[in-house]
């Protein structure tokens, strides 16, 4: 038994180029100077049979059209055992619209992120009979899909930027945000796409995993205020930047990892660059700037 | 003054491919042998300055980044003045999560669509204070952008599926479904992804038109079931087949239209094939098939 990744998108939401986003990095991913990537979603199996989608990107019909793994076996099967949702963000749940057509899976989230779906009839397009939605509680282990085991981790994170109202707090730790183990045949990774910031338990966890793939959204905190992007910080935005004291590389210094994988980059992000200082300082930090299509096999 | 079309995505729902499907046209369509189609949308504009979508896509992102007219002018500046919407299926307005990120634009459409909108809150990811949701009555023109006058025409069609409760009435004309009349320089083209039948009120409307594009989704209503892809006919869902007695192409015979494209094709159409019988019958009753990327100056 073994544990098989494939990173369907690598971008945070909004992915690269960004709709209405004239940044370099944007402006070059339309001009074919920068790889585009996608947004963020990974797919994981023991057995490359049966598929676990761990978050429904709004790209989903195109990573899913240009992953072989993925295609259909047949007129309407689909090598699909789930969906599991980290948060109720739009770069992670949109994507469920497009698996509509009368396929069956399971939907597995926390029983909060499954109210926010519940509220909006929208989804009702996944029919309820075929798609069961199964609240799981964090920490309680369940089976996304033969072989696999899987479990929801809290991490500090916030509700979705469409139900903010007044004051936000930024890293709560809840239902709102989780991370996801994923264990098959001894090995043993996490994925966390968003993480506003390193605890002592998160850091207990991680230790000794066998591959973590984990928030790489921004560089720095005020990487979007600089460049005349937005008003926002990563943090208020719920994510922990890449760099500085308090950044990922220095919170991960002492957590002994086999693989270190930073997806949901945003697409400001300097690491984009292959030959840019930032990209070298993550890899050598023993970090890999996740991309659309990178497979890892444990 | 003239008026500028850009067919975003000429597909039907589900798009070319659809992802769970195994039909010959989507297994083509993933290995090359067929072109891909993206989901249905089209943009307009009278200056190539200021542009309207109407149908916001799921495939929305990546139709605006291969499609330079509609790309950022600045850091967050898009050549976007409004989207407008004729129905509430999921292949017209799961691509409004894609316009995210703080940009302003109106969003036209009937009271009724509006209502469905408001119904999820996930839509309120598009801020009220920068894209205000402005209904609109059938018959009543209104400015989406400079320069452009359109008016919304109600048409034979149904709910969306996802509020579908009981019995369904399929062609029923009122708010559900709309096609949209946009004129600029006395010319006149009309937008219709979607119709059940042709009424004589439509086939007087039509007449004299400079364009249309016309709801193609099914070559015949038993497609689907033929192919044991599904159980429904195409007026079951809302549409008439192009061919047949009661089909497009016999119920345009007599209106007389500058010219004729056909939209919102799904996936199982045997018209994508360039080479087959039913292109070439299309093409010999005066229609185009409507391509990602089709442009049309009038």
New interface residues.
């Given amino acids: 038994m073994t544990l098989h990744v494939v990173v369907l998108g690598a971008a945070a939401?909004?992915?690269l180029?960004?709709?209405?986003?004239?940044?370099s990095n944007?402006?070059d991913?339309?001009t074919g100077r920068l790889r585009?990537r996608s947004q963020s979603s990974i797919a994981v199996s023991s057995d490359r049979q049966n598929w676990v989608i761990l978050n429904a990107s709004?790209?989903?019909?195109?990573q899913?059209?240009r992953t072989p793994a993925l295609?259909?076996?047949?007129?309407?099967?689909?090598p699909l055992a789930s969906v599991v949702l980290t948060n109720g963000d739009?770069d992670h749940?949109?994507g469920l619209?497009?698996?509509?057509?009368?396929?069956a899976f399971a939907l597995y989230a926390t029983s909060a992120i499954h109210d926010?779906l519940s509220?909006?009839?929208?989804?009702?397009?996944l029919d309820a009979t075929l798609v069961p939605r199964v609240p799981v509680a964090g920490g309680v282990p369940f089976a996304p899909a033969p072989g696999l085991s899987a479990t929801l981790i809290p991490v500090p994170g916030k509700v979705?930027?469409?139900?903010e109202r007044g004051a936000v707090e930024t890293a709560l730790i809840g239902e709102q945000t989780v991370g996801v183990l994923v264990e098959a045949g001894g090995k043993r990774l996490y994925y966390i796409p968003g993480c506003a910031m390193m605890t002592d338990d998160l850091r207990a966890r991680l230790q000794g995993a066998d591959l973590v793939l984990f928030d790489g959204t921004l560089w720095s905190d005020d990487e979007m205020i600089r460049?005349?992007?937005?008003q926002k910080t990563g943090r208020r935005m719920g994510h922990m930047p890449i760099s500085g004291p308090d950044g990922t590389l220095a919170a991960f210094d002492g957590i002994d990892v086999g693989r270190k994988v930073f997806v949901h980059l945003n697409n400001t992000n300097p690491v984009w660059r292959d030959d840019g200082p930032e990209r070298a300082e993550v890899e050598a930090a023993g970090w890999i700037v996740g991309d659309d299509g990178t497979e890892i096999t444990l």
């Fill in positions: 939401g909004g992915g180029p960004q709709w209405n986003c004239g940044c944007c402006n991913a339309r585009p709004p790209d989903l019909r195109d899913l059209a295609h259909p076996t047949g007129p309407r099967q689909m739009i749940v949109a619209l497009c698996l509509r057509e009368r396929q926010i509220r909006n009839p929208v989804f009702d397009v979705p930027l469409y139900l460049a005349g992007l937005g």
